[in-house]
T-cell receptor, first 115, second 110 residues
Framework: GAGVSQTPSNKVTEKGKYVELRCDPI?????LYWYRQSLGQGPEFLIY????????DSGLPNDRFFAVRPEGSVSTLKIQRTERGDSAVYLC?????????????FGPGTRLTVL | GNSVTQMEGPVTLSEEAFLTINCTYT??????LFWYVQYPGEGLQLLLK?????DKGSNKGFEATYRKETTSFHLEKGSVQVSDSAVYFC?????????FGTGTSLTVIP
């Protein structure tokens, strides 16, 4: 596609439920990143994929968070037993490679609200 | 470790005023530096970048120079327009991650 797409754009769920957030990167981009952005803050790194493997998951806050990228393209961020503190905008970004000078292209985000 | 400290907002300017948004960083190694902009209702998009010391990034009248001696990457524009109203994020690329500042909200009034 023309850019990074994310679905859904909004997700409202109840505390304790399971959610999945999807990211479709720019075609041909090998690196994919997930960030979380709370109100009034900058994006905070969660996890990074190079191809199919999670190269760095040091930003995942706890074991309720998990992400996959089984075919090296689309990625899914999975959150189990959601808590109110998980409410945020979840951003996905992709880049051609993982070189530090490469621009990351961001999707519009998924706004998650946990009631 | 890596981190970015960004001037807090919000900033309100009149059209055609001069803009500076300060950004300083802490980094190991040789990071690349970026400014991203988020217009109302839109996603983050790259405004400009610099990949090594003394490089100047520029785009849409905005400029920022990578200063290793002062560990800074301040954003400047000589004459802002109403359409520049947005949130601006300074970011550092180190290792496999981007480290973002907290963002500075800019409102330009006619």
């Amino acid at each position: 596609g023309a850019g990074v797409s994310q679905t859904p754009s909004n997700k409202v769920t109840e505390k304790g439920k399971y959610v999945e957030l999807r990211c479709d990167p720019i075609s041909g981009h090998t690196a994919l990143y997930w960030y979380r952005q709370s109100l009034g803050q900058g994006p905070e790194f969660l996890i990074y994929f190079q191809g199919t493997g999670a190269a760095d998951d040091s930003g995942l806050p706890n074991d309720r968070f998990f992400a996959v990228r089984p075919e090296g393209s689309v990625s899914t961020l999975k959150i189990q037993r959601t808590e109110r503190g998980d409410s945020a905008v979840y951003l996905c970004a992709s880049s051609q490679t993982d070189y530090t000078y490469n621009e990351q292209f961001f999707g519009p985000g998924t706004r998650l609200t946990v009631l | 470790g890596n981190s970015v400290t960004q001037m807090e907002g919000p900033v309100t300017l009149s059209e055609e005023a001069f803009l500076t948004i300060n950004c300083t960083y802490t980094a190991t190694g040789y990071p690349s530096l970026f400014w991203y902009v988020q217009y109302p209702g839109e996603g983050l998009q790259l405004l400009l970048k610099a990949t090594k010391a003394d490089d100047k990034g520029s785009n849409k009248g905005f400029e920022a120079t990578y200063r290793k001696e002062t560990t800074s990457f301040h954003l400047e524009k000589g004459s802002v327009q109403v359409s520049d109203s947005a949130v601006y994020f300074c970011a550092l690329s180190g290792g496999n991650q981007f480290y973002f500042g907290t963002g500075t909200s800019l409102t330009v009034i006619p």
